[in-house]
């Protein structure tokens, strides 16, 4: 957990002179008195199929609740990001893009039934992430109901390929320069007392041996193997020293290769994930570890001088995966304005810190972003156990709710965001 930085005042005052307002009140109440309504909305989407890069049908129901609810003008982007536009009143206002990720890490054909048991919900992705679609679609429901007027315009994104290997690509579509956006707030978790105030980046690499392979007694010598590459290239990564600030960490998470007991291997394969929030350490890892690959195939072809070049071995590599880093300074608007928020609605901060969330992408262009929970709370995530305790999950719609005025301004206080 990083150092939490001081609440500078004006943000404070900005979030005091909020919550004097009647229809900002009427706004929090909507969050309250809907609360069945919205885990009832909760429950209907998470039983909608959404695996990473086939979110289209969620999607569309989740165009058709911005519809409901009081948007037209919508879109869904050349990825399939569903954006919905609410209009301010200044058209010299900020922008601010309000996100919740319609994937889920369950293929296709995962039972998502959802199961009640007392104030507990069982179901893949009731929690990751239809508690951030249900957050979302009340905080614009609350404030269409309280016919709230803001500065500025907020869009409504629910975004595609958060998860795995959909490396953030909603987001990456969403801030590739194509439209004004100056602020971002992310609702991709439960826990309403963390503020994630930074990106954790992230490079993923499926590195490949390759060769002819062969029999194990028959081709014995003059034929390399690449799963002895392998683990010649695991040998050497195994005990890397990493810094501990800025935390750098690295795995190689998955592995095959082989056919029989009997064979010289053709093929090897891994996948590395390394993070760090800091993207030039970051880098320094990867050009370490790519370059132990590099000198695993180096040893295993060299071990072996009867091969020919035709049955030496390749090196393949193919990166899977590129989340960038950052960090926000004490001063962002987005996590001061959170921290306000958080403050007025007495919850202490917990945690405060990085994460890898679709807030990377603004975060790493030094847009104001900040990630923050949903209410309730989310245990087992990304398991066939998954299960959401519904408890006081207003809160996390009155937060976003706080947040959103505070940046973008209303007919009574101007916006604390800036434009780019």
């Known amino acids: 957990m990083q150092t939490i930085p001081a609440l500078e005042p004006r943000y404070q005052e900005q979030i005091s002179h909020l919550l004097k307002s009647a229809e900002v009140q009427a706004a929090l109440a909507v969050c309250e008195t809907e609360a069945e309504h919205a885990i009832e909305e909760q429950v209907h989407l998470a039983e909608i199929e959404s695996p990473t890069f086939a979110e289209q049908v969620r999607g569309e129901e989740f165009a058709r609740l911005l519809r409901e609810y009081g948007l037209t003008d919508i879109e869904v982007d050349k990825v399939g990001n569903v954006i919905g536009r609410r209009k301010g009143t200044n058209p010299d206002g900020p922008v601010l893009a309000i996100a919740a990720h319609l994937d889920t ?36 429901r609350a404030l269409e109901a309280a016919q ?44 309403v007392y963390t503020i994630q105030s930074g990106a954790t980046g992230s490079h993923r690499w499926r590195l490949a041996f390759e060769g002819q392979g062969g029999h194990s007694y028959l081709d014995y010598g003059r034929v390399p193997s690449a799963i002895h590459a392998m683990c010649r290239a695991g040998a050497l990564i195994a005990d890397l020293e990493l810094p501990e ?16 007991v009997n064979t010289i291997a053709a093929r090897c394969e891994v996948d590395v994930d390394m993070r760090s929030v800091d993207l030039p350490t970051l880098e320094a890892l990867e050009a370490k570890i790519l370059g132990a690959f590099e000198e695993a195939l180096r040893l295993e072809n060299a071990h072996w001088p009867k091969a020919d070049a035709d049955h030496q071995l390749k090196l393949m590599k193919t990166q899977i995966g590129n989340r960038p880093a950052g960090m926000r300074p004490a001063d962002c608007p987005a996590v001061q304005s959170a921290m306000a928020a958080m403050a007025a609605l007495s919850l202490p901060i917990r945690r405060f810190g990085p994460s890898s969330t679709d807030a990377n992408m603004p975060m ?22 998954e299960y959401f305790v519904n408890e006081k999950i207003w809160l996390g719609s009155q937060l976003a709710v706080l947040i959103a005025l505070s940046l973008v301004g209303t007919t009574e206080v101007a916006p604390t965001l800036p434009r780019r």
């Open 148 to 191: 709230i007027e803001t500065q500025g315009d907020i869009l409504f994104v629910g975004t595609v390929g958060e998860e795995g290997n959909g490396d953030i690509r909603g987001s990456k579509a969403l801030f590739d320069g194509s439209r004004a956006i100056d602020g971002f707030m992310a609702l991709d978790m439960a826990d």
């Open 105 to 140: 890490v369950f293929p296709a054909g995962t039972p998502l039934t959802v199961r009640r048991e007392g104030n507990r919900l069982y179901g893949p992705g009731i929690g990751d992430n239809a508690s951030g679609l249900r957050s979302l679609l009340q905080t614009l």
């Open 364 to 385: 790493s262009l030094g847009i104001p972003s900040v990630c923050i929970g949903t209410g309730g709370e989310t245990v087992s995530e990304h398991s066939l156990k």
């Open 245 to 260: 600030d800025p935390k750098t960490t690295y795995t190689i998470g998955t592995i095959k290769g082989g056919t029989t």
